[in-house]
């Protein structure tokens, strides 16, 4: 579990986030959403020790990273994955090597062991057969699913994605989406997921942080958007007719 404790952080004098408090819980698929200019991308960059902030805490397990030395935050980053926008592949390396670099770089493996360990990753995420491929003879799907391959390699207790489905086509995002939900409860690790993409949102929101111009303004599930009556949360997620009537569905259903 990580929490976040009465965080702000300034740029230049002015507030980005203002007295944020949040609980990302373990086994869940933990979704922070917001318009671009939020503070949504600061928060998680607080969140991994990217940024520092002016006030606050940042508690994973009760461990408060800002406090840490330089030698505590280094073994605590072991714990961590991260899948990024774009997936950030080695272009020189093979789909295995990229998969074997973080144990290269944090393990005590024998080579044999780091190859099992990421072979067994590549299974998990249906590539085995695209071990010797490099990252540009495969598709940007499949990219992301080796990301996904490489951030679970260390075994992690946190798990951090920035638009995991930026540039994906519906379908594809679908698969990225039910592959890490289906990661996180089968580990149970404390994912984190920034995100804008609505079908995200419906389809693994199973909490939910709305950030506001640098506030929480809202949290919940994906079931609890369908009642709220936050009308910035509301315009927010509702801004497109198909997830208006969506809603419209939804709550026709409730009353009947």
């Not at 020189?92 to 090597?97: D, G, M, N, Q, Y």
């Amino acid at each position: 579990m990580i929490e976040i404790k009465n965080l702000y952080k300034s740029f230049e004098g002015k507030d980005v986030l203002k007295d944020i408090n949040a609980t990302f819980e373990n086994g869940k698929t933990n979704l922070i959403i917001g318009q671009s200019g939020s503070g949504k991308t600061v928060l998680m960059k607080c969140i991994v020790g990217l940024l520092i902030p002016e006030k606050g805490e940042v508690l994973y397990d009760n461990r408060n990273f800002l406090t840490m030395g330089k030698k505590e935050r280094k073994l605590l980053r072991r714990e961590m994955g991260m899948i990024f926008q774009s997936a950030a592949l080695f272009d020189s390396l093979s789909v295995l090597e990229n998969v074997m670099f973080p144990l290269n770089m944090f393990s005590n493996l024998n080579h044999r062991e780091k190859e099992k360990r990421a072979m067994f990753c590549l299974d998990r995420v249906n590539l085995s057969d695209a071990r010797d491929k490099f990252p540009g003879e495969i598709s940007g799907g499949m990219q992301k699913r080796v990301a996904i391959a490489r951030a679970i390699a260390l075994e992690p207790q946190y798990l951090f994605c920035d638009e995991p489905n930026s540039g994906l086509d519906p379908k594809t995002s679908l698969v990225i989406d039910e592959l890490i939900h289906d990661i996180t409860q089968e580990y149970q690790i404390t994912t984190i997921i920034n995100t804008h993409d609505m079908n995200s949102v419906m389809g693994i929101g199973e909490k939910i942080i709305y950030i506001y111009e640098g506030n929480k303004e809202w949290e919940g599930t994906k079931e609890d958007i369908f009642t709220s009556s936050n009308q910035k949360l509301n315009d927010f997620i509702f801004a497109s007719d198909l997830f208006r009537k969506v809603k419209e569905t939804e709550v026709q259903q409730l009353e009947g």
